[in-house]
């Protein structure tokens, strides 16, 4: 019989709310993380908004000193490891920590730093640069830092997969226990890249809505009137566990990971397969994993960010794999709220997929005025809604045709 895994604690910082209490009920209330950018001028950029994390001091979680040697995508993992931890109630020490592992997704890393120094070398030279630019910038900074923190010798590595990141650490974490390689990972994904040339990259590519007089409209996936996506920040973090483990030390359950599945299209590298048949077989692959049929699945968070493509190839993907059961399946996309994690969009879902399982209340997609015939499913309108699937799915897809699906089933 196949391991079960599953999950013990959550974390997250968001557009929304700085831990998993203040995102969900933000999720419920309908709540845009949209606004102004703050964090730079953005008045020459043709897209002057975005969903930025508030509020959020590192220095005060970490230390003065230490969160100076951070990067501010590392200082996200960071809070919401920490919250995902204390939920969990997991104490890293000399009897565990060579079986407790890390993986962390994120798709740009530390480009905030990177940005940074690279104008302190303009300006003042090359000598001048921080010693601690490389550890600071490079994607495995999250999961090397958090190690050290909290002592995990484990299995440690990060994951680039664009905006698969999240949802591939988190199926790969779940992989390495199946196979006893850990008995608990640490896993999910973070990203701080709301910086001038990352804004740039993604408006000449044609990717972010530029609705800059309204912006807590701006993201609208599967609206007819969508134009792009909303770039957002922050972190999601998960505790995984063989049930085994778990219950050996009377930890309390919040769901299985019960499915995982990844593909790639092999199509371009930034649009998605027109009829989205990568997408597809990884949901058919992770339902599959999960042992169980396209029956069985009641709730899809989507990837839905709200750009005209990839909405139109995630709908019909999701037909393509559910039939006509796909127009009773309720799909919502949360980035309508939170806007578009990158490579920690995901591991945002997967803590939103979870808390799903525990209320029995589906978010909504938020912003949906105008139906398009292209998106004709049930995108859970503008209110939240009652619901007690029992088993739920969450896509995520990235630059590079990654493809990355998780099937999160309610404990029992």
């Known amino acids: 019989m196949r391991k079960k895994v599953v999950i013990t604690g959550l974390g997250c910082v968001t ?26 001028d953005a008045s020459k950029h043709k897209t002057r908004i975005a969903a930025e994390v508030k509020g959020f001091d590192g220095a005060a979680l970490l230390g003065q000193r230490e969160s100076r040697k951070l990067d501010r995508f590392t200082q996200f993992a960071m809070a919401a490891t920490l919250e995902a931890m204390t939920q969990a109630n997991l104490t890293v020490n000399e009897s565990n920590r060579d079986r407790i592992g890390i993986v962390i997704g994120s798709g740009i890393g530390g480009i905030l730093t990177l940005m940074e120094q690279a104008e302190v070398m303009r300006e003042r030279g090359p000598d001048r640069v921080s010693p601690f630019l490389i550890p600071m910038m490079i994607s495995d900074s999250a999961a090397g830092m958090i190690a050290i923190r909290v002592g995990a010798r484990g299995p440690n590595m990060a994951i680039a997969t664009a905006c698969a990141s999240g949802n591939n650490a988190i199926g790969e974490a779940l992989e390495m226990i199946r196979r006893g390689a850990a008995d608990v990972m640490i896993a999910g994904g973070t990203e701080a890249a709301l910086t001038p040339v990352a804004m740039a990259g993604m408006n000449v590519m044609g990717a972010l809505s530029t609705r800059n007089d309204d912006p807590l409209t701006a993201s609208r996936p599967f609206d007819k009137n969508r134009d792009g996506f909303l770039m957002g920040e922050g972190a999601g973090i998960l505790i995984l566990e063989s049930l085994e483990h778990a219950q050996t030390r009377g930890a309390k359950i919040l769901c299985e990971l019960s499915g995982y599945g990844t593909t790639d299209d092999a199509h371009h590298i930034s649009a998605p397969a027109e009829n989205g048949a990568g997408a597809a077989i990884s949901m058919q692959l992770a339902i599959k994993n999960a042992e169980l049929t396209t029956n069985d699945i009641g709730y899809i968070n989507a990837h839905g960010t709200s750009t005209p493509m990839n909405d139109k190839s995630e709908s019909a993907a999701i037909k393509t794999v559910f039939g006509e059961r796909a127009y009773k399946i309720p799909v919502s996309s949360t980035k309508s709220m939170t806007g578009h994690l990158l490579g920690a969009s995901g591991a945002l879902e997967a803590v939103i997929c979870t808390q799903v399982l525990l209320n029995n209340i589906l978010p909504p997609t938020i912003n949906y005025e105008t139906p398009d015939p292209a998106c004709d499913l049930d995108y859970v309108p503008n209110q939240p809604r009652k619901a007690e699937p029992k088993h739920v799915m969450s896509n995520s897809f990235g630059f590079g045709g990654h493809n990355a699906t998780l099937v999160f089933s309610r404990f029992s």
């Not at 998993?20 to 730079?40: C, D, H, M």
């Open 15 to 40: 557009p929304v709310g700085l831990n998993v209490k203040e995102t969900w009920s933000a999720l419920l209330a309908g709540k845009s993380g949209a606004s102004l950018i703050t964090q730079f």
